[in-house]
């Protein structure tokens, strides 16, 4: 399984745009190489180097298995196409938050799960919610990590 970006190589700069500094909108992600036996996908990015410990920035789930991928900016609603739902992040919204470091040079990883099943949770659930519920069901992942700095 894969996870890439047209906007950003694994292990490269995050565009501004896609960042607090910029449009704060959530770059376009491609997806490749589901298992043909995945009920839904989920999607966590975060933040290991945050002063505080790990900050979340997106949560998604219950993706559609199918999906090759989400375009450039999704909105922040709740519920998406397909019967997705997202998470709340660390900034305390739905939805995506970009980068924004306070300082130094960030790591931000976007990790997408293939599961067996689709997750009972309620939009709106935190990225620890969404972990516990996978607990069990992953059947392959996949990450990608970007880099920004103010």
Known sequence: MNIESSVFKDSGWIPKKFTCDGENVSPPLLFSGI???????????????????????????????????????????????????QGVNDFRNIGYGGPCPPSGKH???????????????????TKWQVVQAMKGHIIAEAKLMGIYQR
């Open 35 to 85: 298992p043909l036996n995945a009920a839904s996908l989920a999607l966590i990015c975060d933040d290991p180097d945050a002063p505080a410990g790990t900050w979340v920035h997106w949560v998604v789930f219950n993706l559609p298995p199918n999906m090759k991928g989400l375009p450039e900016n999704i909105l922040s609603d709740k519920a998406l196409p397909g019967g997705a739902k």
């Open 107 to 125: 790591r931000y990883y976007f990790k997408l799960y293939a599961l067996d099943h689709i997750l009972d949770l309620e939009a709106g659930a």
